[in-house]
């Protein structure tokens, strides 16, 4: 068969391929990205799909509006106002997950050989989405602070590029948080040169101790001109359900039509049964207490692998203490003659039934081989000290 040409500037995914090697009885993962089934609100949804079920089931089986289910749209306007942004319902279309805001953000934006910055690292599926698209991508280093706003407006400057994506809080891989000063730069630098901001926030909501900065969105207020740059993603996947494909896209009046357009030609529109759960969830008041349950594991989880790490790998290795999210970025140091490639060790680590994903996929180019990723979202605590000992005994294995 002749493929589309642009299929010749994809790959698939290097974590997805990793999995396939995860079938060993007894290994750990630090792999996927996934949050903990155990922790879904498995009653309240149920409750929630209930309702909906024998309330009015005509319109939730039913076609529905391409821009949404009009309940969930308010609902997530309000959600979104608990948060200090200021979205109207028509102000946001419900996508079938935040992936689906981004590829419908690389359709409408998107001409093949556009230029478009990224953090470097990132999500790994977004640079798979627009180098689909066709766009030439180039990286902005971070650190802990999240991405360096002073090289990301000299590469805006040189590159013009078509638009930036970033993940403010709690970044995929990275774990890093944009730090509010950046953030209000990040608005003027996208006022000042019209640079659509994509602004990526799966996990703002998965703090630890303190609530992180302000999202761009809700900034956007205070720097005059920002908010007509910006585009922001969310998602209930990471705080809800991923099963129930539920994200939103808010968007400039011109781009969310288009991008409105475009989904009519994907999906038509997402699962109106599963908005409407979604919906009613929020309704039923329950996100609040189940967020709380959440963060609370989750914080104790990142405590422990912190710990686990200095105690088992120690100087081998170099991190940040994530403040939030799911994830660690680790670089590996290379001292005492210990491994410096994040993939060979990756292969020692598989050995001994312990797996986590090597960094060089999260670069759009010139990746550090020496990273790498660990997830402590779905791993409980014995597993956890369990695996990074695996890990220990990996690194001095020859």
């Excluded at 302000?214 to 099963?243: E, M, T």
Aim: glycine share 8%; hydrophobic share 40%; with cysteine.
């Amino acid at each position: 068969m002749q493929f589309a040409d642009r299929l010749q500037n994809v790959e698939t995914s290097a974590i997805r391929e990793l999995f396939k090697l995860l079938g060993k009885p007894g290994i750990v993962s630090f792999a996927g990205g996934f949050p903990d089934p155990a922790l879904f609100d498995a009653q309240g949804i149920a409750q929630a799909s209930a309702t909906v079920l024998t309330s009015n089931p005509g319109p939730v089986l039913q076609y529905g509006a391409t821009e949404g289910y009009q309940p969930l749209r308010e609902g997530i306007s309000r959600f979104m106002a608990d948060k200090g942004s200021t979205v109207a319902s028509e102000g946001l279309i419900v996508t079938t997950g935040s992936q689906q805001a981004l590829d419908l953000i690389g359709k409408t934006m998107i001409s093949p050989g556009d230029k478009v910055i990224v953090e470097a690292p990132t999500f790994l599926a977004t640079i798979q989405c627009f180098r689909l698209y066709g766009a030439h991508i180039i990286g902005a280093p971070i650190d802990a602070d999240g991405v360096d706003v002073d090289k990301l407006e000299q590469l805006i400057d040189e590159h013009k590029p078509k638009l930036v994506y970033l993940i403010p809080t709690f970044g995929n891989p990275s774990g890093a948080t944009l730090s509010l000063a950046r953030r209000k730069r990040v608005l003027e630098i996208a006022a000042r040169t019209h640079t659509l901001v994509v602004e990526d926030d799966p996990y703002g909501e998965l703090y630890f101790d303190q609530a992180p900065p302000p999202s761009l969105l809700a900034l956007s207020d205070q720097v005059p001109g920002s908010r007509d740059w910006l585009a922001h993603c969310g998602s209930f996947s990471k705080i809800l359900s991923p099963g129930l494909r539920v994200g939103w896209l808010v968007a400039p009046p011109e781009l969310l039509a288009k991008a409105t357009m475009c989904k009519q030609f994907s999906d038509a529109h997402t699962s109106n049964l599963t908005q409407a759960i979604c919906a009613e969830y929020l309704v039923l008041n329950r996100l609040k207490d189940t967020l709380a349950v959440v963060r609370r594991t989750y914080a104790q989880r990142a405590h422990i692998m912190a710990e686990s790490l200095r105690a088992e790998l120690g100087d081998a290795i170099e991190f940040n203490q994530p403040q939030g999210g799911m994830f660690f970025w680790v670089r590996l140091t290379g001292t005492h003659g210990r491994p410096s490639h994040a993939g060979d060790f990756a292969k020692r680590a598989i050995e001994k039934l312990v797996a986590f994903v090597p960094g060089a996929p999260f670069y759009a180019h010139d990746p550090d081989l020496s990273t790498l990723r660990l997830s402590f979202a779905t791993a409980d605590v014995v597993k956890i000290q369990e695996g990074i000992g695996r890990m220990g005994q990996a690194l001095l294995s020859k």
